[in-house]
């Protein structure tokens, strides 16, 4: 809260300013060395099928553990990595680890793994998407690589190459956050993709009376069916938000209700005794205090 008047207040305010940019300088810093120092691990969160009710993949989504600063978020630090270029050592990281995690579950589960624009422009990353196959041993179409609609915006030669070289290695796309950047229907054209994700934003209030999520849900099903993709539903925390994308015809659910991302050892554990936890956990309505925030 902003005390005092009109000079405090701007000294207040200029010292929170001045502590958020060294925090962001200390972090940049850090970042470099996170990998290095055994900061960063990969998380897991299941993905559940809608028709036969099991654990299909997973997705890996990364953490960073900072000394200081304790658990870091993703939303905080990729676009960090993004703009330093250390994401190019991140992802790399992530591919390897990642197949090389699959490699120790179940052979029917599949891992995804987010790939960044900047990563997904790099000149060495067909290469390292064919290494992290090679040293893992898994079959490519275990490896399923999230991309955002935000690769298109340097749509080049690079990108279409890509592409063309992905499938060529058999290795399965998703588009993430669909419904969230520009939506043109030509990148779906031009890419090969074998999935939808669906963002979250649409199951905010999806189940409020009046939602114009649930007619949006509709129209993305079927133009994924159409063009011979799956869907995939992210953030669903709420039985009444699990009935509805049923309805609608979601093929997959990833969401708090399941579980949320966790550790690589509870992971391999559940997978492998066949025990993950499957049965929907959430409140049986969403709340509205949830969906304001
Ligand atoms: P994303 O790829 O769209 O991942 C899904 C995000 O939704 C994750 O956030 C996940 O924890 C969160 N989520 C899943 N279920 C629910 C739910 O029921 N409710 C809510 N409120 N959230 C849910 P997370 O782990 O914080 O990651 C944020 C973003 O950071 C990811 O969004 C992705 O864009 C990026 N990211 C994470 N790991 C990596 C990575 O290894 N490489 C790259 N390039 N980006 C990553
Ligand atoms: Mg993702
Ligand atoms: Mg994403
Ligand atoms: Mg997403």
Same mark, same amino acid.
């Given at each position: 809260a902003a005390k005092g008047g009109g000079r405090g207040q701007f000294r207040f305010y200029s010292s929170e300013l001045h502590e958020s940019a060294e925090k962001r300088r200390r972090l940049e810093e850090d970042l470099r060395d996170a990998l290095i120092n055994d900061q960063i691990r990969l998380n897991y969160q299941p993905i559940v099928s @809608? @028709? @036969? #009710?099991? +654990?299909?993949g997973v997705e890996a989504l990364m953490r960073w553990n900072h000394p200081e600063f304790g658990d870091v978020s993703p939303a905080v630090f990729i676009p960090i990595a993004e703009e330093t270029s250390l994401i190019i050592a991140l992802g790399e990281w992530a591919l390897r680890q990642a197949c090389s995690d699959a490699m120790t579950w179940p052979g029917n589960i599949r891992v995804a793994v987010n790939v960044s624009p900047a990563q997904f422009a790099h000149a060495n990353f067909i290469a390292s998407v064919t290494q992290a196959l090679a040293q893992s041993g &898994? @079959? *490519? %179409?275990r490896l399923e690589i999230e991309l955002t609609e935000? &690769?298109? +915006?340097? #749509?080049d030669e690079t990108t279409e190459q890509n592409f063309a070289a992905l499938k060529r290695l058999g290795v399965r796309l998703a588009l993430d956050d669909f419904g969230t950047g520009y939506s043109s229907l030509g990148y779906l054209k031009k890419a090969p993709f074998d999935k939808i994700k669906i963002d979250k934003g649409f199951i905010r209030d999806v189940t409020v009376p009046g939602s114009r999520n649930p007619a949006i849900i509709t129209a993305i099903v079927s133009l994924a069916k159409a063009l011979d993709m799956v869907t995939t539903a992210e953030g669903i925390e709420a039985r009444d938000e699990l009935a509805l994308m049923r309805e609608l015809g979601v093929d997959q659910i990833q969401g708090y209700i399941y579980s949320p991302a966790r550790p690589v050892a509870e992971v391999s554990e559940a997978l492998a005794s066949g $025990?993950? +936890? &499957? %049965? *929907?956990?959430? *409140? $049986?309505k969403q709340r509205a205090e949830r969906r304001t925030v």
């Open positions: @809608t @028709t @036969t #009710d099991t +654990v299909i &898994i @079959t *490519p %179409e935000s &690769i298109f +915006v340097n #749509d $025990a993950w +936890v &499957i %049965e *929907p956990k959430g *409140p $049986a």
